[in-house]
């Protein structure tokens, strides 16, 4: 083993061994290599008479570029937030402003314990880099029976882990969470689990209760002093579109701090949030009382990032961070949270309807991007390719019975229409 991995090692072991022991073989082996970019670091310092060790190529004493590509941007962006690399960890500006966010949104966290935001190529990015870092084959991951499906192929297909679900909601309509703790019970054997929890959830647009969250909460510190090691994994992709009686921090704050066999790792982005899907910029952030592991996590996952995608985009990562010191960045962002917060109304109000009652039911949503329809003897993949096929209206099929409806791109005054379209369907084949 590398003798720098072996050092970010034991560092970890040194102040928390549990959070060694919940790392893969691929995340003990881990570690930013001493190279080309740490050398260029320190001259970037201390070089004042000539630079020669970066890789690009420069002119005028700025990075060389095409004209044309930066009169696309005028003088609203200059040269050197453009076209050089960034770092692999992320420009530290955009660094430091997104942990400022997310202590602005989550009062109750503890900054103590928080580290600093790892900029990632979006949200499924980070979510592979916790995959290798902390999965190898037969790895017990834990998810509701309502989940995204790519989970599959970050977890499954490209490590090894073994997908283990319980029911999202209990009878009640509410958080199931005696089925969390049944699941996780259930994989005690295995000495680590990753927990993934995914509010609001995707395909559903659930948000637990504040009371369901400290549910959750208990349910894992329970574990924990079981004797289980606990990756908590949180993916925030839709954080802060809590639009009725959900909690309204990110389950992070309760966890960050919350036992010594649970790491909280949180994953989110501007992706979803703030509405630049293309752009591709997320966050993973780290929770550790240990300012040792948190810098040895950020080393492995530098490491990851310097292995693969080398670093994330550079304007994007400009754009996002110039975008959260703009006056209009909270004017704007509330502007559209009631946007969205009137389509999922429309929604609730048009599902109201007697007729609909006959075709399906529909899981409970207070938040996010989507809801689900739940559907009566009719088999969902049928339905959404009959809906395509004779009324042009695209949806998604969960399994057999859910179908997944997207009202975030839905305009509120469509809602009414695209439900009936759907009811039609649905009839014509029952």
């Known amino acids: 083993m590398n003798e720098l991995a072996q050092a970010l090692n034991n560092a970890i072991k040194e102040d928390n061994e549990y959070v060694y022991d919940m790392l893969s073989q691929l995340g003990k082996e881990l570690f930013y290599p001493k190279g080309i970019l740490s050398q260029s670091a320190e001259a970037g310092k201390k070089a004042h008479r000539f630079n020669a060790t970066i890789g690009i190529a420069t002119e005028n004493n700025q990075p060389m570029h095409f004209k044309h590509i930066q009169d696309m941007f005028g003088d609203k962006v200059a040269p050197k937030d453009l076209f050089p690399y960034a770092a692999p960890q992320g420009k530290e500006d955009l660094r430091s402003a997104w942990k400022k966010k997310i202590l602005a949104d989550n009062p109750s966290l503890n900054e103590e314990v928080m580290g600093t935001p790892i900029v990632t190529n979006a949200l499924t990015h980070g979510l592979s880099i916790v995959a290798d870092l902390f999965v190898d084959e037969g790895t017990p991951v834990i998810v509701p029976d309502k989940y995204w499906g790519n989970y599959n192929i970050t977890f499954k297909v490209r490590r090894g882990g073994t997908m283990n679900t319980f029911p999202l909601f209990n009878e009640a309509e509410g958080f199931n969470a005696a089925g969390l703790k049944e699941a996780i019970q259930a994989q005690k054997a295995a000495g680590k ?75 989110d982005g501007a992706t979803k949030e703030n509405y630049v899907w293309g752009f591709r910029v997320g966050f993973i952030t780290y929770a550790s009382k240990s300012a040792a592991i948190l810098n040895a996590l950020e080393q492995k996952t530098k490491g990851i990032i310097r292995g693969t995608i080398s670093s994330g985009s ?72 009959h809906l395509l096929d004779k009324y042009g209206v695209g949806t998604i099929s969960i399994n057999s019975t859910d179908l997944r409806i997207a009202f975030s791109c839905v305009e509120e005054s469509d809602i009414e229409e695209l439900f009936d379209l759907i009811a039609k369907g649905a009839a014509d084949l029952q």
């Open 193 to 267: 689990v990753v927990v993934l929890l995914n509010f609001p959830n995707n395909p559903t647009g659930y948000t637990p209760l504040e009371s369901e969250a400290k549910e959750i909460a208990a349910v894992l510190k329970e574990a924990a002093e079981d004797g289980l090691n606990i990756i908590t994994l949180i993916d925030d992709a839709y954080f802060g579109l809590f639009y009725e009686d959900s909690m309204k921090e990110s389950i992070f704050s309760l966890l960050a701090d919350a036992h010594p066999r649970i790491l909280a790792v949180k994953v």
């Open 314 to 385: 550079h304007p994007s990562q400009t754009i996002i961070l110039q975008s959260l010191q703009s006056n209009e960045f909270q004017n704007e962002k509330q502007q559209k949270f009631e946007l969205m917060k009137s389509r999922a109304d429309k929604t609730k109000e048009v599902l109201a309807k007697e007729d609909y009652k006959k075709y399906w039911t529909y899981y409970p949503f207070n938040s996010g991007y989507f809801m689900c329809l739940k559907l009566h003897n009719i088999d969902a993949e049928e339905l959404r390719v």
